[in-house]
C-alpha cells in the first residue's frame, strides 16, 4: 500500500510558474508508476504527465509539453511537477497517483490517490 501526499499548489498570475510535489509512504514505490492529474468542476479528471518505474521514463499530455517537467526521487520517495509558463486553463486540483503500469493514461488503473492541492491561475 502507497500513501499520497501532495504540496505545493497555490496562486500564481499567468506565465508564472509553480512547483508541486508528491511525498509517498509505504512500500514499493520503485515498482509504482506516479502521474500527476487533475480535475475541474467543469471537466473530468485529465492526465498531466508520468513518471514511470520502469526504466525512469516520462510521459506528458500534449497540452503541457514544454511547459512541466516531472521528476522522480526513488530514494526520497517523491514525484515533482515543475510548472511554468501557467495559464489560467491550467487552474484546478491537482492529484498524484500511483499505478503498477508501466504507463497508463487511464485513471481507473490508478489504485492510490493523494487529497489533492489546489492551482490557481489568475489572468
Known amino acids: 500500500q502507497i500513501q499520497l501526499i501532495e504540496s505545493g499548489g497555490g496562486l500564481v498570475q499567468t506565465g508564472g510558474s509553480l512547483t508541486l510535489s508528491c511525498t509517498a509512504s509505504g512500500s514499493r514505490f520503485y515498482e509504482n508508476t506516479i502521474s500527476w492529474f487533475r480535475q475541474t468542476p467543469e471537466k473530468a479528471r485529465e492526465f498531466v504527465a508520468a513518471?514511470?518505474?520502469?526504466?525512469?521514463?516520462?510521459f506528458y499530455a500534449d497540452f503541457v509539453k514544454g511547459r512541466f517537467t516531472i521528476s522522480r526521487d526513488n530514494t526520497e520517495k517523491t514525484v515533482t511537477l515543475q510548472m511554468n509558463s501557467l495559464e489560467p486553463e491550467d487552474t484546478a486540483v491537482y492529484y498524484c497517483?500511483?499505478?503498477?503500469?508501466?504507463?497508463?493514461?487511464?485513471?481507473?488503473?490508478?489504485?492510490?490517490w493523494g487529497q489533492g492541492t489546489h492551482v490557481t491561475v489568475s489572468s
Open positions: 497517483a500511483s499505478s503498477t503500469f508501466q504507463f497508463t493514461k487511464d485513471y481507473q488503473n490508478y489504485y492510490y
Open positions: 513518471a514511470s518505474w520502469y526504466g525512469g521514463r516520462t
